[in-house]
T-cell receptor, first 112, second 112 residues
């Protein structure tokens, strides 16, 4: 299995609070992605990174920010959590452009 | 138009039959195509990647790509109940981006 660790695995938070999810990889892969998965919507890309300090928006980036200060870590921050951000969040990594991506175990986030 | 489209299913097939899963995509410039399997409550797992027109076989799985028709499919031969899962099609859009976009997935049910 690819060395990808997401933390926390489960979190319950209150509306309006900031939340940070962490993705840590030991594969030294260049590309990292954050997705959310909701019933009926499949996996939707939030943000992705193509190198240290290089990030770009995905399909559903509003309300989210990311940072990548080291190759191995990609942080996703919900600036002010809302109930609509209740979801399962997956991190994925990819070694090169246009190659397969491998997923972490996911983080289940509930905003109450 | 959605960038990657799949029939949500469920697709029900008897054990031992061939399951055929289909995916269409909108960007003619797409270069890389992937099939993932996801069991309920688990993270997506890569099962096939295909980059050029034609068929690619791996065990009981065959991926088929037709770039002219913007169509990619997955055939599962000798389907087993353990193949029951959601199958996700993913496409790498590389026009100045590194986005990996997923379809909503097709749920496959293999009954004994």
């Amino acid at each position: 299995d690819a060395g990808i660790t997401q933390s926390p695995r489960h979190k319950v938070t209150e509306t309006g609070t900031p939340v940070t999810l962490r993705c840590h990889q030991t594969e030294n892969h260049r590309y990292m992605y954050w997705y959310r998965q909701d019933p009926g919507h499949g996996l939707r890309l939030i943000h992705y990174s193509y190198g240290v300090k290089d990030t770009d928006k995905g399909e559903v980036s509003d309300g989210y920010s990311v940072s990548r200060s080291k190759t191995e870590d990609f942080l996703l921050t919900l600036e002010s959590a809302t109930s609509s951000q209740t979801s399962v969040y997956f991190c994925a990594i990819s070694e090169k452009r246009n190659t397969e991506a491998f997923f972490g175990q996911g983080t289940r986030l509930t905003v109450v | 138009q959605k960038e990657v489209e799949q029939n949500s299913g469920p697709l029900s097939v008897p054990e031992g039959a061939i399951a055929s899963l289909n995916c269409t995509y909108s960007d003619r410039g797409s270069q890389s195509f992937f099939w993932y399997r996801q069991y309920s409550g688990k993270s997506p797992e890569l099962i096939m990647s295909i980059y050029s027109n034609g068929d690619k076989e791996d065990g009981r799985f065959t991926a088929q790509l037709n770039k002219a028709s913007q169509y990619v499919s997955l055939l599962i031969r000798d389907s087993q109940p353990s193949d029951s899962a959601t199958y996700l099609c993913a496409v790498n859009y590389n026009y100045n981006t590194d986005k990996l976009i997923f379809g909503t997935g097709t749920r496959l049910q293999v009954f004994p």
